[in-house]
């Protein structure tokens, strides 16, 4: 009687290594099934010397993943980013909200997920003038008539303005905390009790560099039309007049009323056309964050007496480079490009 003999064929790797998933089967077949090495390798296509390399390296099952999927599947996400793009007020509707509204039965958490999934998160808000289309348009406009503009036509403008000195934190503040630790005294912004403050106004130019800076006095009153006009535009006047220069101020409303411009022109000043609710292209309102942020880094005793505010107002004011003005006014290319860019809306700056 004849012997049949099998021929273990040659695998179609040559190293001893084999996958994990055939180590898996090799142990699953030895260990489970009884079989012997040889009906291994012969079922498996593989040598013996990996088949014995599998057995003495053991493996076990990956886990497979279980439970019910994401609640808010890529259909509900859409639904929801759809709806937090159309308006302003879905913006601002705090999460924990946003499952009534849809009628969903999950928790917060879940549209945290989805919106993280998205690419969204919660941030605070920018403070921006308030724009509308005719705003935009007129900022547009400007900012293309005024684009190659050289260097020499922006070093003419007076760029005036004024800003409100007050005590606390002008920029909102972050810290890096752990989840209960919002009291923690390092984690917590004092807050001011005597709110006093300053109104200063002052004046940039780029041949001049800092002009005049003048302190809103008790005395003078709100500021409108009247005061402007006495306690501030004569100053506005004999400046412009040494130096030859190119008059702007902002729209508010002491600034543009009827009356100011009338007396404006009696005395041969016409302000140049301003945009309305442009901050953004007015180079003095980065110096004001300039001046407040050296006087927040002043002990916050000097909001207890007008005298030291002023002090450290004319101190932080007498800060200001002349380079750094030039430079500052240098930027205005790019703020320009900036508003075109944005079709007039809002910009970094």
């Not at 998205?118 to 684009?147: M, N, V, Y």
């Not at 009338?262 to 016409?270: K, P, Q, S």
């Not at 980065?286 to 450290?312: C, F, G, H, M, V």
Request: hydrophobic share 35%; glycine share 6%.
């Amino acid at each position: 009687m004849s012997q049949t003999y099998y021929q273990i064929p040659i695998p179609k790797t040559p190293t001893k290594d084999c996958t994990r998933d055939q180590r898996l089967r090799v142990q699953t077949l030895f260990f489970d099934a009884r079989w012997t090495r040889d009906e291994i390798a012969l079922q498996l296509n593989l040598t013996i010397d990996q088949v014995k390399y599998a057995l003495r390296h053991r493996v076990t099952p990956q886990k497979t993943r279980s439970g019910r999927r994401p609640l808010l599947g890529p259909q509900e996400r859409k639904q929801l980013i759809d709806w937090v793009c159309a308006s302003s007020k879905n913006r601002r509707t705090p999460w924990s909200q946003i499952p009534q509204i849809f009628g969903w039965d999950c928790k917060v958490y879940a549209i945290e997920t989805a919106f993280k999934k998205e690419g969204f998160g919660r941030f605070t808000a920018l403070k921006k003038p308030k724009l509308t289309e005719a705003h935009a348009r007129i900022r547009k406009d400007w900012a293309q008539d005024h684009l190659n503009w050289t260097e020499e036509q922006w070093f003419q403008v007076f760029w005036t303005d004024e800003t409100w000195v007050k005590p606390g934190r002008h920029k909102k503040v972050r810290v890096t905390r752990r989840r209960g630790e919002a009291l923690h005294p390092d984690c917590v912004e004092p807050k001011v009790q005597r709110r006093i403050g300053w109104m200063f106004w002052g004046g940039i130019s780029g041949r001049f560099g800092k002009g005049p800076g003048i302190f809103w006095e008790k005395g003078w009153g709100t500021i409108n039309s009247r005061s402007y006009c006495e306690h501030i535009v004569p100053t506005i006047v004999d400046y412009v007049s040494r130096g030859g220069l190119i008059f702007m101020q902002d729209n508010a409303g002491g600034h543009a009323a009827r009356d100011t411009l009338a007396f404006m022109r009696e005395h041969g000043l016409i302000p140049i056309f301003w945009p309305a609710l442009s901050p953004d292209l007015n180079l003095i309102e980065t110096l004001w964050d300039r001046i407040k942020d050296i006087i927040e880094q002043k002990d916050p005793e000097i909001y207890r007496s007008y005298p030291r505010l002023r002090t450290a107002i004319i101190e932080a004011w007498n800060s200001i480079t002349d380079e750094e003005i030039r430079a500052l006014i240098g930027t205005m290319h790019d703020r320009c490009q900036a508003v075109i860019d944005a079709d007039g809306w809002h910009t970094k700056y």
